[in-house]
């Protein structure tokens, strides 16, 4: 399927997903200092249930090499305009738990296959649940305007 300028919805998600993943990187902990998404070389995306996706892909690190990440998101059905949670994962720990990038020459499947199963293994997990107030509601008790 082609959305715009004979660009597939798979090219359009890989940008989008760069600039997200650059917006997320500076909220993870300071040793991630310096990353940055240069691309989206691979992406799966998993729908296990109608309201549940897995974004699985590997992007470039600047110019030092490739990281996995996974993004998981949970849809809202009595809220289309936010999502009820999502869970951003990038990055592997070495042995001494300091983030890690792969080689720019593995295969991104191979990334993939061998990327963490658990948050903590992760070089950054950070879960978003959305607040039971809108961005559009006071949070004060008033009623809305």
Known sequence: MVVADNR????ELRDLLEWYIC???????DNLGGWWSDGVIHLDIENPTMDRFRLLGVTWIDCHGIAPFE??????PQNDTHFA???????????????????????PTRVLENRPRYN??????????????SATEPTDGREPE
Not at 8 to 11: D, E, L, R
Not at 23 to 29: D, F, L, N, S
């Open 8 to 11: 597939t919805v798979v090219q």
């Open 23 to 29: 917006e997320c990187i500076p909220y993870g902990p």
């Open 71 to 76: 993004i998981d998101v949970e849809l809202d």
């Open 85 to 107: 949670k999502t869970v951003f994962r990038i990055g592997m720990l070495d042995d001494q738990r300091r983030p890690l990038v792969c080689n720019r020459n593995l295969l």
């Open 120 to 133: 903590r293994d992760w070089a950054m997990a950070v879960e978003l649940i959305t607040s039971p107030h």
